[in-house]
């Protein structure tokens, strides 16, 4: 009796340890493209920001808004007294939220029968935009781009998640002579446009 339930314990465990080898690479792909997904969210959010729609490349389905224009208490000099005047009269207002969304139909090409077949993808970002007390448009997006909560502190965790998950499959993926599956990122940006994205926009911030 307990020969036969150790055996089809085994069978179970084993039938498991299979389906989670076989759906490792949809799910790293699903990872992956959540994270890219992301990132050209808020990348194009910027770039909308910076020429109001040109010059910004998208890679996905994506489009943008200009939300409504920002109360006064979230203005510089907020409801003070004449602040409303001196704003306009200075031309240092800033006119809105930008709102940038990307989408991403992913498809299981494997077709495996225990995993959704496809399903989409959707990251949304929200910026200021036209913050006209920076000198320029690039300090604009520098200070933007160099927010710990916009844009490092995410991307540095998704890339030690990609080391580590790499880590883990490659000697599971290397007798099998399977593709590693591309658990990946951008680079850290710092104030820099990520080098994938500088073809054609290389006049930008000119």
Same mark, same amino acid.
Do not use: C
């Given at each position: ?5 150790? &055996?089809?314990? +085994?069978?179970? $465990? ?11 690479? $949809? ?24 020429? &109001?729609? =040109? ?6 389905? +994506? +489009? ?7 109360? +006064? ?15 306009? =009269? ?15 139909? #992913? ?6 029968? $225990? &995993?959704?077949?496809?399903?989409? %993808?959707?990251? =949304? ?13 690039? %300090?604009? /997006? ?11 502190? =995410? ?13 883990? %499959?490659? @000697?599971?993926?290397? @007798?099998?002579?399977?593709? &590693? ?12 446009? @990520?080098?994938? /994205? ?5 006049? #930008?911030?000119?």
């Amino acid at each position: 009796m307990r020969r036969g339930q150790a &055996l089809v314990e +085994s069978f179970v $465990f084993l039938i498991v340890m299979s389906l989670f080898f076989i759906g490792i690479p $949809f799910i790293g792909k699903l990872a992956n493209d959540k994270q890219a997904l992301q990132n050209e969210s808020r990348y194009l959010a910027f770039q909308y920001a910076i020429r &109001l729609g =040109e010059g910004a490349k998208s890679f996905y389905d +994506s +489009s943008y808004s200009n939300i409504k224009k920002l109360t +006064s208490n979230a203005q510089p000099g907020q409801d003070l007294a004449k602040s409303e005047i001196l704003r306009n =009269e200075w031309q240092i207002e800033d006119k809105g939220i930008i709102n940038s969304i990307s989408q991403k139909k #992913v498809v299981d090409k494997a077709k495996r029968k $225990f &995993l959704i077949s496809s399903l989409v %993808l959707e990251e =949304e970002a929200k910026l200021i935009f036209d913050t006209e007390y920076e000198i320029n448009a690039k %300090l604009a /997006h520098n200070r933007s781009s160099q927010s710990n909560t916009a844009w490092k502190k =995410e991307n540095s965790k998704t890339q030690s998640l990609a080391k580590k998950s790499n880590s883990l %499959l490659s @000697p599971v993926d290397k @007798p099998l002579k399977r593709t &590693l599956p591309g658990f990946d990122s951008y680079k850290e940006w710092i104030g820099d446009i @990520p080098s994938n /994205h500088k073809k054609g926009l290389l006049n #930008v911030f000119n």
